[in-house]
């Protein structure tokens, strides 16, 4: 079965630092991986998906194959990124998501 | 963009009724619908999928007779939890993918379930 690891519950970071949110799985096929975000009191959003390729909002991240990764990197954090950050795994098509248990990322002025 | 509507947005119900969530796609035709559960301060686990005009397939460990999922349109799911129990009482998401997955999965705001 497949599973998505998020390992940092909580991570914080200071406004202007990199930062980087960690998400491994495990899956034998070719999966899909996104990442959605949580602002507070709002429902969740599509922040990336690995097959599109794009930055949204300065983020960006990579599927590593090799690793079984797909961390979510920013290189200067600001405040308003404070939020809950979901990383999720599609085994492709129409299949629901397998979630991670997410990282609450706090930028701190 | 692609938007769904989630409705009620909370529900208090009395041990042992039955309660609808609504889950409707606004401006497309959703092929698939989606039904998720989350617990306070964790993930969201995915109950079961739905697909218009068919029946829903549910995970392993959820109960399909108290968890009932109509698919009758393009636009619109729901979820009945019949028979409620305070445990039954959770967050629950629905989530929407558009027919040429363009959008990709498209989140309702929710829906807080509390059984008294």
């Known amino acids: 079965a497949q599973r998505v690891t998020q390992p940092e519950k909580l991570l914080s970071v200071f406004k202007g630092a990199p930062v980087e949110l960690k998400c491994n799985y495990s899956?034998?096929?070719?999966?899909?991986l996104f990442w959605y975000v949580q602002y507070s009191r709002q429902r969740l959003q599509l922040l990336l998906r690995?097959?599109s390729r794009e930055s949204i909002k300065g983020f960006t991240a990579d599927l590593n194959k090799g690793e079984t990764s797909f961390h979510l990197k920013k290189p200067f954090a600001q405040e308003e990124d404070s939020a809950m950050y979901y990383c999720?795994?599609?085994?492709?098509?129409?299949?629901?998501?397998?979630f991670g248990k997410g990282t609450h990322l706090i930028i701190q002025p | 963009g692609a938007v769904v509507s989630q409705h009620p947005s909370w529900v208090i119900c009395k041990s042992g009724t039955s309660v609808k969530i609504e889950c409707r796609s606004l401006?497309?035709?959703?092929?698939?619908m989606f039904w998720y559960r989350q617990f306070p301060k964790q993930s969201l686990m995915l109950m079961a999928t739905?697909?218009?005009?068919?029946?829903?397939?549910?995970e392993q460990g959820v109960e399909k007779d108290k968890f009932l999922i109509n698919h009758a349109s393009l636009t619109l799911s729901t979820l009945t939890v019949t028979s409620a129990h305070p445990e039954d009482s959770s967050f629950y998401i629905c989530?929407?993918?558009?027919?040429?997955?363009?959008?990709?999965?498209?989140f309702g705001s929710g829906t807080r379930l509390t059984v008294v």
């Open positions: 690995h097959i």
């Open positions: 739905s697909n218009e005009g068919s029946k829903a397939t549910y």
């Open positions: 899956y034998s096929g070719s999966p899909e």
């Open positions: 999720a795994l599609s085994e492709g098509g129409a299949d629901g998501l397998t």
């Open positions: 401006d497309f035709q959703a092929t698939t």
């Open positions: 989530s929407a993918i558009e027919m040429g997955l363009s959008y990709g999965y498209t």
